[in-house]
């Protein structure tokens, strides 16, 4: 069983920053993609960011130029690099490893961002 844990979520004004950890129990490694999903309140979880083994990138949109995914495989951590925070971001953020074509296969429990105005 792979356990994804998240955490660097907190509270921040609108236009700062903050990065999220995501530790994975094994190698990252073994898994074809990880990605950052987020579920604001009253909302369906949506896409964020993905990389794949090869280090192939997907940003959504609403993110691009604001949010950054990378991967430290030695430390089996994936990262997301927020700037430019606005109460929209404002969501549970979580991390997913592994997937079958667009299925996740592992899930951590969330983090908490809060942007404020």
């Known amino acids: 069983q792979v356990q994804l844990v998240e955490s660097g979520g907190g509270l921040v004004q609108a236009g700062g920053s903050l990065t999220l950890s995501c530790v994975a129990s094994g190698s990252i490694f073994s898994f074809n993609a990880m990605g950052w999903y987020r579920q604001a309140p009253g909302k369906q979880r949506e896409f964020v960011a993905t990389i794949t083994r090869g280090g192939s990138i997907d940003v959504a949109d609403s993110v691009k130029g604001r949010f950054t995914i990378s991967t430290d495989n030695a430390k089996n951590t994936v990262y997301l690099r927020m700037n430019s925070l606005k109460p929209e971001d404002t969501a549970v953020y979580y991390c997913?490893?592994?997937?079958?074509?667009?299925?996740?296969?592992?899930w951590g429990q969330g983090t908490q961002v809060t942007v404020s105005s």
């Open positions: 997913a490893a592994g997937r079958i074509g667009s299925t996740w296969i592992n």
